[in-house]
């Protein structure tokens, strides 16, 4: 069962927020993580965002995909809405990331992100967002506007005790890198996204 084990204030370039770390014992160094912002009322339904891990869109901003670009997108939204970002250590759709160097070696043949998975003997997609409700009942969370675009995100919550208030885009235009990844979103894992952004 995971558990709070640190938080503190940490100032960013989006604002404040507590930063909160999730983990079965405090030796675990990949803990999951609630980034909550300042000004977010516990009383009223609370703006969440279950974002995953991408080393590669976040730290080195690749342009592959658009992760990045939707975490600073969801830490903006929360410093002037309220909320909370869910962190979860689940890099590469949960594959890790020498498995997603793998699949983008076989993208640069041609394959698109499903079919390299696929290739390499590994999920579409083999994340768990269940741990995002745990921490969600951890913080006394009871109703929540998710921010997202994927129907398995909402149906995570739907299934679970956290009341769905209602859901919120989250969508970054496309750019000449990312289009494929964003149309196989879509196509295949049913992403609701706005064609006219690919």
């Given at each position: 069962?995971?558990?709070?084990?640190?938080?503190?204030?940490?100032?960013?370039?989006?604002?404040?927020?507590r930063?909160?770390?999730?983990?079965?014992?405090?030796?675990?160094?990949?803990?999951?993580?609630?980034?909550?912002?300042?000004?977010t009322?516990?009383?009223?339904?609370?703006?969440?965002?279950?974002?995953?891990?991408?080393?590669?869109?976040?730290?080195?901003?690749?342009?592959?995909?658009?992760?990045?670009?939707?975490?600073?997108?969801?830490?903006k939204?929360?410093?002037?809405n309220?909320?909370?970002?869910v962190?979860?250590?689940?890099?590469?759709?949960?594959?890790?990331?020498?498995?997603?160097?793998?699949?983008?070696?076989?993208?640069e043949?041609?394959?698109?992100?499903?079919?390299?998975?696929?290739?390499?003997?590994?999920?579409?997609?083999?994340?768990?967002?269940?741990?995002?409700?745990?921490?969600?009942?951890?913080?006394?969370?009871?109703?929540i506007?998710?921010?997202?675009n994927?129907?398995?995100?909402?149906?995570?919550?739907?299934?679970?005790?956290?009341?769905?208030?209602?859901?919120?885009?989250?969508?970054?235009?496309?750019?000449?890198?990312?289009?494929?990844?964003?149309?196989?979103?879509?196509?295949?894992?049913?992403?609701?996204?706005?064609?006219?952004?690919?």
């Open positions: 069962m995971i558990t709070i084990q640190a938080e503190a204030n940490v100032p960013t370039e989006h604002g404040t927020f930063m909160i770390a999730f983990a079965e014992n405090a030796e675990d160094w990949m803990p999951h993580m609630a980034i909550v912002a300042e000004n009322d516990f009383t009223q339904p609370i703006n969440v965002r279950f974002h995953s891990e991408c080393i590669t869109g976040e730290v080195f901003h690749s342009q592959k995909c658009e992760c990045g670009q939707q975490l600073d997108a969801a830490m939204y929360m410093h002037e309220g909320g909370i970002v962190y979860l250590r689940q890099e590469g759709r949960n594959i890790g990331i020498i498995n997603k160097l793998r699949a983008y070696s076989l993208q043949k041609g394959l698109d992100t499903v079919q390299a998975n696929l290739e390499l003997g590994l999920p579409a997609d083999d994340r768990n967002f269940g741990v995002a409700i745990d921490i969600l009942n951890n913080l006394g969370v009871k109703k506007n998710l921010l997202t994927n129907p398995e995100k909402v149906r995570f919550v739907q299934e679970s005790n956290i009341e769905l208030n209602s859901r919120v885009p989250l969508q970054i235009p496309a750019n000449d890198n990312s289009r494929g990844y964003l149309q196989t979103k879509k196509d295949f894992f049913g992403h609701l996204l706005d064609g006219n952004d690919i």
